[in-house]
Antibody
């Protein structure tokens, strides 16, 4: 079935780095833009970044621009986000979410991976 | 950056109709999408492009967009509909995706 599975979360100290992955299955990964969305504990959803289907275009929320880098490997059906210079306010569950074909809705979501930034 | 405004909470008795609003200047110029998130779970898409329903979403869920306000309506509300509901748009001026703050549905 159509599925996204995140991995790579954990506890990290402020200022350090972490790389998350999102493995896709059940659909043609290379046809879809993919997003990262996060949710801080007890808070709402925050869009983080989007990469186009072929990786040629990348967009970032102002809160992470310059610190996070989104990328993808279409040969491995996998999405990544490299998170550098992490801050306590980056603590959240991170979801990958598929962009609907030809639209801007997030039609498939992963189950999320928790990132905790703490000393 | 652009802001979408949602009321923090909506309360309704079982069998009645729940109405969620999502306001913002950009609303009339773009499609609005709605997500349901139950505690401990990932969000799911319940309405996209203002009023379209993904397969598997009951007809009780509907959406509309007029003026500067989009609306999600759930008729014949059930206890299982208790969740947080978020609206979302594409801010085409920045290519950013924007979420509203979310509304918590309580079934009385």
């Amino acid at each position: 079935q159509v599925q996204l599975v995140e991995s790579g979360g954990g506890v990290v100290q402020p200022g350090r780095s972490l790389r998350l992955s999102c493995a896709a299955s059940g659909f043609t990964f290379s046809q879809y833009g993919i997003n990262w969305v996060r949710q801080a504990p007890g808070k709402g959803l925050e869009w983080v970044a989007l990469i186009s289907h072929d990786g040629s275009n990348k967009y970032y929320a102002n809160s992470v621009k310059g610190r996070f880098t989104i990328s993808r490997d279409n040969s491995r059906n996998t999405l990544f986000v490299q998170m550098d210079s992490l801050r306590p306010e980056d603590t959240a569950v991170y979801y990958c979410a598929r962009n609907s074909l030809g639209g801007a809705a997030f039609d498939i979501w992963g189950q999320g991976t928790l990132v905790s930034v703490s000393s | 950056s652009y802001v979408l405004t949602q009321p923090p909470s909506v309360s309704v008795a079982p069998g009645k109709t729940a109405v969620f609003s999502c306001g913002g200047d950009i609303i009339s110029k773009t499609y609005v999408h709605w997500y349901q998130q139950k505690p401990g779970q990932a969000p799911i898409l319940v309405v996209y492009d203002d009023s379209r329903r993904p397969s598997g979403i009951p007809e009780r869920f509907s959406g509309s967009n007029s003026g500067n306000t989009a609306t999600l309506t759930i008729t014949s509300v059930e206890a299982g509909d208790e969740a947080d509901y978020y609206c979302q748009v594409w801010d085409f001026s920045s290519d950013h995706r924007i979420f509203g703050g979310g509304s918590k549905l309580t079934v009385l």
